[in-house]
């Protein structure tokens, strides 16, 4: 069965490194997402991207933060310089349809930011 | 804003008992999905429900779109063991990019 997978499952930074997030979507998808989720809270959007351009993003995606589809295959999320508050598992999903097309997601990476 | 609110966050019941998880929201949503997420692990879709006043059952587990789309309800009937875990209702955001917008999740215990 087809699956998003994502690497790595677990990384611990120190602040104010470059985190680079990797995921590949299920391969005939068209819509790519990354969700967050900090411990105890709830899952929270983050960006969407859609023919190699974001079609949207929160008021917690800010300059820190950037994605890219390098290859058609991977799609990757960059925290430029994290913070403390970054700590979080960050969810890669891709859907093949809009608007109610099933979002499958990724096991996650679980970010420590020390 | 768009919020979707989960109630209860917690719930422990004994195994064969039923149950009900509800979602409100003060918004309009064209379609609202639940999930169930287990430990380590990524939402998982359980159904989409997308007409107002659209119940869908899958085996023990029922849902319901109200009306005006505003708020949703799970039924679990005689649960069990292994429905333990996390519950997550989602609505699609009123942009038309697929964002989901989550609710903070009921757990539950289902205790033999």
């Known amino acids: 069965e087809p699956e998003v997978t994502q690497t790595p499952s677990h990384q611990v930074t120190q602040m104010g490194q470059e985190v680079i997030l990797r995921c590949v979507p299920i391969s005939n998808h068209l819509y790519f997402y990354w969700y967050r989720q900090i411990l105890g809270q709830k899952v929270e959007f983050l960006v969407s991207?859609?023919?190699?351009?974001?079609?949207?993003k929160s008021e917690i995606f800010d300059d820190q933060f950037s994605v890219e589809r390098p290859d058609g295959s991977n799609f990757t999320l960059k925290i430029r310089s994290t913070k403390l508050e970054d700590s979080a598992m960050y969810f890669c999903a891709s859907s093949a349809e809009l608007p109610s097309g099933e979002l499958f997601f990724g096991e996650g990476s679980r970010l420590t930011v020390l | 804003t768009q919020l979707l609110e989960q109630s209860p966050q917690f719930l422990s019941i004994q195994e064969g008992e039923n149950l009900t998880v509800y979602c409100n929201s003060s918004s309009v949503f064209s379609s609202l999905q639940w999930y169930r997420q287990e430990p380590g692990e990524g939402p998982v879709l359980l159904v989409t429900v997308v007409t107002g006043g659209e119940v869908k059952k899958l085996k023990r587990l029922t849902f319901q779109f109200g009306d005006a789309r505003k708020d949703s309800s799970l039924h679990i009937t005689a649960a069990q063991p292994g429905d333990t875990g996390l519950y997550l209702c989602a609505g699609t955001g009123s942009s038309n990019t697929g964002k989901l917008i989550f609710g903070q999740g009921t757990t539950l215990q289902v205790k033999p």
């Open positions: 991207f859609y023919n190699n351009e974001i079609s949207e």
